[in-house]
């Protein structure tokens, strides 16, 4: 069986010039991150001796739209990189393999462009916007913009200028590794002895999107306080960089009487399991997720990792952290007893076997992808299937 490659597409408003990307979204190896690579193709006859630039550009929305009064602006926009690509700088330039076919199946008018990601650059993420906000959502979002113009500090005009919103992701390692996260806490009462022990233990590290959390909880009551009731949740830490605001929210809880009351003396132990979804937090405001756009099913924000040597200090953007919070009802009197326990919530890299589990539950939304059948073609020699950018609503892993 032959498989096609899937190629994205999208012109300028006049059609004079057509951008080709072979992905959407650009993953963050930690230590490197996947250039922007694509190729333009040009009707030379329109350009009348101007040139043809390309930027890389992210937009930082820290504040909401209807907020911004008298000037004020809550975003900012950056021009991460811009390139000139017609005519070409570089004319050795070392093209990717779809670069390559791309170029040869689109002709004498197609050139290559690559751009590359800053190092620290932030990852795509979008805080999710309540039931009533109005305009754009909050986060951080990356485009690539190609347009014709007489020297690169025009801005182009929109009928010749072509923009499409990209993604910049992380995944997880290769390998999740052995270690249990743990975490041991202790409460003792001011007008009465002994102290109310409480363990939590994660069955692993590194969770991927839609996996079952796995908490052992083990109690040991040598206070003379009861323990009324045990709540857990999954929580999201997000702190914004750019106004150095943080918050968190509760993406997935429960709360259990089993094993109560645990009176003095006594001691418990029981496994909880919970699963957070962005699905089970629609119309949550602040909510952070992948990168959104518009109408896709996306997941929860990744975890933020940071290179060796470098701390979660030195990164930009919006950071994202997760942890597993464990609560005590000791009563009116005694209070709670809390802990939390950090683990990193990832997308699994391609090639794994987790990530062919992954893809096989998604199955059926490539079925329902042959509903776009009529926004793309197929070319029968190289097996290249274009299709309009636009059009794609659906994720689906590369």
């Given at each position: 069986m032959v498989v096609a490659?899937?190629?994205?597409?999208?012109s300028a408003p006049n059609g004079k010039i057509t951008v080709y990307l072979g992905k959407r979204d650009f993953i963050d190896h930690v230590e490197h991150v996947d250039p922007v690579d694509g190729v333009i193709v040009l009707?030379?006859?329109?350009?009348?001796?101007?040139?043809?630039?390309?930027?890389?550009?992210?937009?930082?929305?820290?504040?909401?739209?209807?907020?911004?009064v008298m000037g004020v602006k809550f975003s900012k926009e950056m021009v991460l990189l811009k390139e000139q690509i017609y005519p070409m700088v570089n004319s050795k330039m070392e093209m990717t393999p779809m670069q390559e076919r791309l170029v040869k199946k689109l002709g004498a008018n197609a050139y290559p462009f690559m751009f590359h990601f800053p190092s620290m650059a932030p990852s795509s993420v979008t805080l999710q916007a309540g039931e009533d906000d109005q305009g754009k959502p909050l986060g951080v979002e990356y485009s690539i913009k190609i347009f014709v113009g007489e020297d690169e500090e025009e801005k182009g005009h929109k009928r010749s200028s072509v923009t499409l919103l990209i993604k910049k992701l992380q995944h997880a390692p290769s390998t999740r590794g052995r270690r249990l996260p743990s975490s041991l806490v202790s409460k003792g009462f001011t007008f009465s002895?002994?102290?109310?022990?409480?363990?939590?233990?994660?069955?692993?590290?590194?969770?991927?999107?839609?996996?079952?959390?796995?908490a052992n909880i083990v109690v040991t009551n040598n206070s003379r306080k009861t323990v009324k009731s045990i709540k857990c949740f999954v929580v999201q830490h997000c702190e914004v960089t750019m106004v150095n605001a943080q918050f968190s929210k509760h993406i997935a809880s429960l709360e259990t009487r089993e094993g109560c009351p645990i009176t003095p003396g006594a001691s418990f132990t029981k496994s909880f399991f919970l699963v957070p979804l962005a699905s089970s937090n629609k119309d949550r405001r602040g909510i952070a997720l992948d990168g959104h756009l518009k109408d896709e099913d996306v997941n929860l924000a990744s975890s933020t990792m940071i290179s060796e040597g470098k701390s979660h200090s030195d990164a930009m953007g919006i950071i994202i952290s997760y942890s597993l919070r464990v609560k005590l009802n000791c009563g009116t009197l005694g209070g709670e007893l809390q802990t939390d326990v950090p683990f990193k919530l990832l997308t699994p890299a391609p090639g794994t076997i987790d990530r062919e589990r992954v893809?096989?539950?998604?199955?059926?939304?490539?079925?329902?992808?042959?509903?776009?059948?009529?926004?793309?073609?197929?070319?029968d020699d190289d097996n290249i299937v274009f299709e309009d950018f636009a059009r794609l609503r659906m994720n689906e892993p590369e």
């Open positions: 490659v899937k190629v994205f597409k999208k009707d030379q006859d329109y350009l009348r001796g101007r040139k043809v630039y390309g930027q890389l550009i992210t937009t930082y929305r820290y504040g909401r739209e209807e907020d911004e002895q002994g102290k109310i022990n409480l363990e939590v233990t994660l069955d692993r590290e590194i969770y991927y999107h839609g996996e079952k959390i796995a893809n096989a539950l998604k199955k059926m939304k490539s079925i329902e992808r042959h509903r776009y059948e009529n926004s793309h073609y197929a070319d």
